[in-house]
């Protein structure tokens, strides 16, 4: 899973309420009283570090054949893929490429596999 914030995954999976409403509106508390700074993610920048980081991790290990490497984005944002696809796949390079089937990332909404590898 893709992350654009840590613990993102947490709450995607039910397990953290820190993207709750209730939460974004303690954040914004907190920002207008100049406690905390307002948390942007850029595709381009942290989300593509994040993901490239991921399947780097992934590629140093064996998985046997057949096998397809599926990263699911759990960003509240429809990231375009396509838009950082020749740069994610410049930092993914490796010697090593255990998944004969492929690398893909699949957006949130589950419509679009985009190919990586």
Same mark, same amino acid.
């Given at each position: 899973?893709?992350?654009?914030?840590?613990?993102?995954?947490? !709450?995607?999976?039910?397990?953290?309420?820190?993207?709750?409403?209730?939460?974004?509106?303690e954040h914004n508390k907190r920002v207008a009283e100049g406690?905390?700074?307002?948390?942007?993610?850029?595709?381009?920048?942290?989300?593509?570090?994040?993901?490239?980081?991921?399947?780097?991790?992934?590629?140093?290990?064996?998985?046997?054949?057949?096998?397809?490497?599926?990263v699911r984005d759990t960003s509240g944002v429809d990231w375009?893929?396509?838009?950082?696809?020749?740069?994610?796949?410049?930092?993914?390079?490796?010697?090593?490429?255990?998944?004969?089937?492929?690398?893909?990332?699949?957006?949130? !909404?589950?419509?679009?596999?985009?190919?990586?590898?």
């Amino acid at each position: 899973m893709t992350e654009d914030r840590p613990r993102d995954i947490q !709450a995607s999976l039910g397990r953290s309420n820190h993207r709750s409403v209730e939460a974004l509106a303690e954040h914004n508390k907190r920002v207008a009283e100049g406690k905390e700074k307002p948390q942007f993610s850029s595709l381009s920048g942290n989300v593509l570090a994040q993901a490239a980081d991921r399947i780097n991790e992934k590629l140093v290990k064996s998985y046997g054949q057949n096998t397809a490497l599926v990263v699911r984005d759990t960003s509240g944002v429809d990231w375009d893929w396509d838009f950082v696809m020749e740069e994610l796949k410049e930092k993914t390079k490796s010697e090593r490429n255990p998944f004969d089937k492929g690398v893909w990332i699949l957006n949130r !909404a589950k419509t679009k596999l985009y190919q990586v590898i």
